[in-house]
């Protein structure tokens, strides 16, 4: 099912923040695990689930095989959360209607673990992983693999998996600096700094 097909470092003593992202689909579901420590992002593991004869196979046999695979790499690799493309259209109605079908096991594989999900557009995650809304999955493949230090040639479905993934851990450290440049105002603030001074400290950081 889901074997993992390359693994990082072993975890280092300080905490870490683990995601797994995923890009589903009908007959292949990517995944992909990766690290925050510290201002750096460790590529843990990915792999993809795909169905053998996925053509003769019955829907709910494709989706069961493919809830398992996201399952067992989640008990293997115990992330934290998971963190996949929030879908707006499709090309035609019965794509559509399979690629919900696949989100929605990976959902419950989620729901199940207990772990919260993440959904992120295209271009969210897009402009995270390459900095550019409308890059080819060929340029997101190309930097997943940059960033994350990968010399191995992995499947599109497992690099859009680990972009997602990427673009959860990046908008959370923006979001924590944030909050903590916020909480840092309002302290100097509440000992009665002044406006003026607590824009030049701000501008100094």
Not at 55 to 79: C, M, T, V
Not at 102 to 117: Q, S, Y
Request: hydrophobic letters at 45%.
């Amino acid at each position: 099912m889901a074997k993992p097909l390359r693994r990082g470092n072993p975890a280092s003593k300080k905490p870490a923040r683990r995601i797994i992202g995923i890009d589903p689909g009908s007959l292949v579901t990517g995944w992909g695990i990766i690290e925050s420590r510290g201002s750096s992002l460790v590529h843990v593991g990915h792999g993809t689930i795909a169905s053998v004869s996925a053509d003769r196979q019955e829907p709910a046999d494709r989706l069961s095989f493919i809830y398992q695979g996201i399952q067992a790499a989640i008990k293997s690799y115990r992330p934290d959360g998971l963190s996949l493309e929030r879908i707006f259209f499709a090309r035609n109605a019965q794509s559509a209607l399979k690629l919900g079908q696949a989100r929605g096991v990976a959902l419950l594989a989620a729901a199940h673990a207990g772990i919260p999900v993440h959904e992120y557009t295209a271009s969210e995650i897009k402009v995270a992983v390459v900095g550019y809304g409308q890059a080819t999955k060929d340029q997101v493949q190309k930097m997943v693999t940059s960033l994350l230090g990968v010399g191995e040639t992995m499947a599109s479905d497992a690099s859009d998996a680990l972009a997602a993934a990427i673009c959860h851990l990046h908008r959370q450290r923006f979001q924590s600096l944030a909050g903590m440049e916020l909480e840092w105002t309002a302290s100097l603030r509440r000992r009665r700094w002044s406006a003026a001074a607590v824009k030049r400290l701000v501008g100094r950081v």
